[in-house]
């Protein structure tokens, strides 16, 4: 976390006199937590330790142990995997109150995947033993968990779905529909990735990224704006493509 405007804090976490306020920001920002009475709430910041990660930092590695929750208060994560030949596949992109490590709580295990930081960002961390302790005091915690379970395989399914059945046109134009959707449906919205990263999480490559967002453009369905931003203009023709 970051602690305050003068002192950074490390990979060990801030000291306890800086952390209560952002603690509680992990906590009520984080859907498995918000629901929470206050008092149930202030017994879990007791547990979350605060860590602070440059831009480009690895939080984990696939084959580091697997025993905590992370939980973004600030910044942006990239979760990946690579392939036998090296080939990284983007998995999510986590923002604001969304977590990672999840499986974690219910055994033990490595982690699979990759997590490293898209800019600077704090986490909120929680070890597998104390969580498993408040799910057995709160159950409703652990209904909140296997609602996030659903939605992140229904998510996982579609996106292998689209690779063997849509084309890259309909790849693209579903990824901004969705990111339309994100924005609370604002006609206006900055890509959460670069083009490069996109190109990895629709299973393409940038130059085809560059090219369909080009060609949406001259079609009326967009307008590219700087700094990554889009500007749909034409949200019906988007969602027959």
């Known amino acids: 976390m970051q602690c305050n405007s003068m002192h950074s804090c490390n990979h060990h976490g801030c000291g306890i006199g800086h952390t209560s306020e952002n603690h509680r920001s992990c906590v009520s920002s984080v859907s498995i937590f918000n629901h929470l009475e206050d008092y149930q709430m202030d017994e879990i910041m007791k547990a979350i330790k605060s ?9 984990y590695s696939a084959g580091d142990k697997s025993d905590s929750l992370y939980i973004v208060r600030r910044g942006r994560i990239r979760i990946y995997r690579l392939s036998e030949s090296g080939k990284e596949q983007i998995v999510r992109i986590l923002a604001s109150g969304d977590f990672t ?8 295990s490595i982690h699979e995947s990759f997590a490293e930081t898209m800019e600077d960002t704090d986490v909120c961390t929680i070890t597998r033993a104390d969580l498993q302790g ?7 915690i652990s209904i909140k968990i296997l609602n996030e379970f659903s939605k992140r395989l ?59 967002l080009t060609e949406f453009e001259d079609a009326g369905y967009i307008r590219q704006i700087a700094n990554r931003r889009i500007k749909v203009l034409d949200l019906e023709g988007l969602q027959l493509i």
Do not use: H, W
């Open 154 to 212: 229904d998510a996982a399914e579609k996106q292998a779905t689209s690779f063997v059945t849509e084309k890259v046109d309909k790849r693209v134009a579903m990824f901004l529909l969705e990111c339309m959707d994100n924005s609370s449906k604002s006609m206006e919205f900055e890509l959460p990735m670069s083009k490069k990263d996109l190109s990895s999480y629709l299973g393409t490559t940038p130059e085809t990224i560059s090219r369909k």
């Open 134 to 140: 408040f799910l057995l005091k709160y159950p409703s």
């Open 51 to 59: 860590v602070s990660y440059k831009k480009g930092e690895i939080i």
């Open 101 to 108: 490590g999840e499986l974690a709580l219910f055994r033990e």
